[in-house]
Each structure stands twice: as structure tokens, then as C-alpha cells.
């Protein structure tokens, strides 16, 4: 099972403004910047509660985000689920019949394994499962 | 400040199908569902970690949900903050140049009190601010 929503991921064009924007609006600033070059983005985290918001922006044309805004308007790319077990969660929801996006998890922002769920087959919302990597592993 | 991610609002044609789906994918039931007459929706509830999850269905042509799936595809359609204190943070939120839609709080569904943001003034995500009502005053 799904133990946490643990994020939301916000496509944002212009992530200065955008942060500068949600720091107003959350009333916290920001507690991490982080660029993950495997998937093409700089990332800002707000830390809301047991839960964080995530902007994304992307830094180069085949990033998904900035692909994502090429046919989209700015606001949530995706929902993340904190999981215990990446792989015993990815096989439970094979089972159930849901098509995930890669077959094995993989290194995200934040220090975590993940693996997305296509939104098409979760009544349109990509959602993203999340697993911790132990920092000894990190 | 807004203190937690208290829940998602997921717009959806067929409340039925939805919980069904919903149910597998977070592996976990629903706990509550609740008709809210004020917003002509009916609503059910699951809880993931310290957040929830909230399936809409319109049940009038004038519903905010039936006309946002006119426009839209079924998807996230709010996104909902708990606050302490929802009167002192729409205060704070107007003087930092947000525009509220209601200009009172209203009753919404889970026994709370909420305000929305406008979109266009947060990176276009609908942002709902609630506050729960004590239950001796529900």
C-alpha cells in the first residue's frame, strides 16, 4: 500500500519566479535545490507538513517537463506516493492491472528509487511511487 | 502558513469506477463518503498517511466539477492546505497580492471550512486553504 502522499511535482516555466511565488504562498522558503541530470531538471522542495511540494523545471528540450509545458499550462505534472517496497509495490499494482512507465525503479530527485504509473490507467494523474534509498546507500 | 498537504481533489466522471480504482491502486479503502449539497458534489474520502484523497462527481449541470470536466480531462482538481487559523491566513494571502475566490470562508466537505486561490495567482494550481471545525461546533 500507498503510505504517504509524499509529494506533489509542479511544472513551472520559470522556477525563480515560481519559487519566489510559493515561498509567498506556503509561508516557508525553501529547504532544497537540487538538479537531477538523469531526467533533465532543476527542482526546488517546500517542506508542507508530512508532505513536500516539488517545482520542476526542465534544462533541456527532450526534458518531460519541458515537454510537458510544450502542450500544457503550468500547474501539478505528478503525485507522489511514499512506499516501503518499490518492488513489492510495483508488482502489486502490475497484478492489479495499472501499466507503469519503467519496469525497473530508478534514481529520482531527493535520494529516492522511483517508478511511475501511466496516468491513463489512474483516471488522469501521473503518480509516482517512492522509496527512501538509506543514506548509508545514497 | 499552511501547516499540511490535508488532501487532493480529483475531478471524475464516474464516482462508481473511480473508488474502484482508486481502492487498488492505493490499496486501501475508502473511509468516508460524504454529498455536499452547498457544491451539487458527491465525494468519497480515503486516507494515505497524513493526507487525503478526494474523489468529486458533479451531480448538477451547474456543479464546479461537471463544468470543469466540460473543459478538462478527469484529473486533479484542487489542491488543499490545513490551516490554523483560515480568517488570519486569507488576510496574510490578500496582502501578499493572491486573489481569494471567496471573499468569507464557506462550509465545505469533511466538516471544514475552506477559501480557494485563484489559479492564475498560483502557478496554476487550484489552491484550497481549510480549516477544520471543531466537532462541538459542527
Known amino acids: ?22 515561498t509567498r504562498l506556503l509561508g516557508v522558503a525553501p529547504y532544497k535545490r537540487e538538479h537531477v541530470a538523469s531526467e533533465a531538471v532543476d527542482t526546488v522542495f517546500f517542506q508542507v507538513g508530512g508532505s513536500k511540494i516539488e517545482l520542476l523545471a526542465g534544462t533541456s528540450p527532450s526534458s518531460a517537463i519541458t515537454r510537458f509545458l510544450e502542450k500544457k499550462p503550468e500547474g501539478i505534472h505528478h503525485v507522489a506516493f511514499e512506499v516501503d517496497d518499490i518492488r513489492a ?22 535520494n529516492k528509487l522511483v517508478c511511475f504509473v501511466h496516468p491513463k490507467s489512474a483516471a488522469g494523474v501521473l503518480v509516482e511511487l517512492c522509496q527512501s534509498i538509506p543514506e548509508s546507500a545514497a
Open 1 to 22: 500500500m500507498l503510505t504517504n502522499l509524499e509529494h506533489l511535482g509542479l511544472a513551472v516555466h520559470d522556477l525563480a519566479a515560481a519559487t519566489e511565488l510559493y
Open 89 to 110: 509495490e510495483m508488482a502489486r499494482l502490475r497484478a492489479e492491472g495499472f501499466t507503469l512507465l519503467n519496469e525497473e525503479p530508478k534514481r529520482g530527485a531527493d
